[in-house]
Structures are given as C-alpha cells and as structure tokens.
C-alpha cells in the first residue's frame, strides 16, 4: 500500500462521511481521523487484500467511537418529534429534501447499511464485513431501514393535501 | 417459482440477482401492486441518494485531507518535522476555510433542479400536483407564486408531451417545476426558480449531476434548469426549444 492508492479512495470515504453525517464539516473531520488511523495502522493491512473494505471498516469504528457518542443525545431530542412537525405550511413544505431528510431519520445502523450498499454498491457480504455483523444483520437493518424511509417520504407528502382542503 | 423473500426485493432493488431469478421476481411483483410499489420507492431512494451525494465525489479534496504518516518519532529532524506539520496544519485551515465558504452558499442552480428530477420523475402515482389538462389553473397558480408570468414551453414537436407541473421550496424561495414525458415514458424537468439578482444573466451551461444531465440559465432574475437522464446531445435540442420559447 503506498499514499497514493488510499488518496484514491477519499472522494469516496468523503461522499459516505457526508451522506452518514449530513455535514460537511463533521464529515470531513471523519475522514481526517479514517485516514491517521490508516496511516498508523498500515502494517496490519494485507497487501492484494480490499483497501476499500479496510479504510471502510476503519472509517466505521471511528465513527462508532468518537462521533456516534456525540451525536446520541441530538438524535435522541430528535426520534421524539413527530414525522408531520418539521413540515410547515401548504404547498411550500413540499421540499426536495424529503430523502435527505428521512434519511437524517434513520438510527445510525440503519444509515450505515443503507449507503454501503446504494453508494458505495457493496455486495451485502462486503457491507457485513465492513460494519463486523452477521450478514442477516446487514439484510433485516437494509430492509427496516428502506421501509422506514418511505414510510417518511410518504407521510411528508401527504401531509400537504390534508392541510390545503378546507 | 421458488418463493420471493423480502431479501430477494432487496437484491432486486440493488440490481444483484441474476437474470433468471430476477425475472421470477418481476412475475411475483406483477400481481402484487403493493409489493411492486414498495420496490418502485426502493428504487427511487436509490436515485435520490445517489443525486444528493455523488456530487460529493467530484469535489477537490482539501489539501488537509492529503495526509501523509507522520513523522513524529524521528528527534534528529524533530524541528523539520514540526516545521512540516506547521505547513500542513496551515494548509488544513487554508482548506478547512474554503470549505465552510463554500458550505455557506446557496446549493447550485444545476444541483437543486437535479434532486428536484430524481425525486419526482420516478413517480408512478402522484409525479405533478396539478396535471396538464389543467393547464392554464397550474400557469397560473405557480406564476402567482413565484411572482412572474411563467410559461409551460410546448415540446410537443419534439416528443415530449407535458405531464403537468408543482410547486416546490427551493433554497431561494418558491420554485416551479414542469414535468414532460416521452412515449417511451422517459421524463424532463424543467425548473424555474428567482435567483434574486444573486446571479448574473449566463449564457447555456451544462453540468452532470449523478446520471442526471442538466442544462441550466439565468435570465432576468430568474434560473431555468433542464434535467433528464438522458444524452447530453438530446437534452440541449429540448433545452434550445425551451430558451427560444421563454426568452423571446
């Protein structure tokens, strides 16, 4: 493994940091800290083995132990309020953001499986690696976590109509 | 027919069943309607996601995220080393202010009108909220709304028959969005928003959003956005028609 070929994976570990976190500040500092460990973690690295499926799963148990503990208490406040409050008024609220925003509604196993598997296109076996669980774990949070988000996209929208008709 | 199982729709959605399994569930959803929608939303989440990050992999990388290991064990050149780290942590906020500059603004004109067609057009059931044979109700309530007389462009000519159109909130206030579709059922989006003299009039422009191409304009205080999952060459012929048309 030399620079280079972990310098070609960072547009990818930026638009998964990104996707995971919503912000790209906090996306980036994930990256930062993927890559460190990377760098002093080299020599456990195979060589002709994955380095996408490596810097992932590094880049996952970063994230499981510095940002998931900060995030908690935000994403708790957040799971308290109802679907329909963050919609505001008539037609206005129906936004583009509907996936961005039920996505920022999954819990964070959900969120993770969901975009190993539809951004990254890892096979359900590379995500179960990546995430260290069972692959049927990877299948019930992929398929719990897609139902929840239409679940949100279909409330938001139709929320719209039942407020318009008077 | 072996049974479908929720794993099997999944493997569908994601496009990594084999064919001849793949068409057994085709056949399982065909009588299904309420497993074919739950699919049809999969589906759609998966463009959408794609539309609203995949960007993400053409930004430049900030110069901080070039990383190399660190050398901090080495006290002979401890002093270079430090010098060197001074260098790259400079290099890091350098980066790091440029990224929050950037974070600041508005999202493009392109890359709003392009989420907006990922998520509507692959809608089944409900892809405008006023149809086109309402047409001149839906002209008038969206021009009502964003403050100007709007015109839904006739493509007719060109294949392309309206579908009707919404009203959206865009990062710039309310923004109208014309849906067509061709025979063969692929669709266009056009995308009106003001841009509150915060863009200069601009000539055409291209950009590649994820699988959608997008033609977009600035004319009078107002963008217009083209968007569709289709070739370059056949978005700018429509996208031609519709400037000729608004911007006589």
Sequence with gaps: MNSEDILEQIPRLRRYARALLGDRYAADDLVQDTLERALSKYHLWRAGSDLRAWLFAIMHNVFVNQVRGRRAEIERTMEELPDIAVRETHSDALEVADVDRALRALPDEQREVLLLVVLEEMSYEEASRALNVPIGTVMSRLSRGRERMRRLIAGARQSVPLQVVK | M????????????????????????????????????????????????????????????????????????????????????????????????????????????????????????????????????????????????????????????????????????????????????????????????????????????????????????????YGYALSGDIKREALLAVATAVYRQLSP
């Design chain 2, 2 to 221: 072996t049974q479908v199982l929720e794993d099997d729709l999944h493997a569908f959605v994601d496009g990594v069943l084999d064919p001849a399994r793949s068409a057994e569930v085709t056949a399982y959803l065909a009588d299904r309607p309420d497993e074919a929608e739950r699919v049809r939303a999969y589906r759609a989440q998966n463009a959408g996601l794609h539309a609203l990050f995949d960007h993400v992999l053409n930004e430049p990388v900030p110069a901080g995220l070039k990383v190399t290991r660190p050398a901090r064990r080495w006290r002979p050149i401890a002093l270079a080393a430090s010098v060197l780290f001074t260098g790259v942590a400079i290099g890091w906020m350098i980066a790091r202010g440029g990224v929050t500059q950037a974070y600041r603004t508005t999202p493009s004109l392109a890359h709003s009108a392009a989420i907006a067609h990922a998520v509507y057009s692959p809608e089944v059931r409900h892809p405008v909220e006023v149809g086109a044979d309402q047409e001149d109700h839906l002209v008038r309530w969206l021009s009502k709304r964003l403050g100007t007389q709007l015109r839904a462009p006739k493509l007719v000519p060109l294949g392309y028959d309206l579908v009707g159109g919404r009203l959206l909130s865009g990062p710039r206030g309310p923004v109208a969005q014309f849906m067509y579709q061709e025979a063969t059922g692929k669709r266009l989006t056009l995308y009106v928003s003001g841009v509150q003299g915060d863009m200069p009039d601009t000539a055409f422009r291209f950009s590649q959003e994820g699988s959608v191409s997008v033609f977009y304009w600035v004319d009078r205080d």
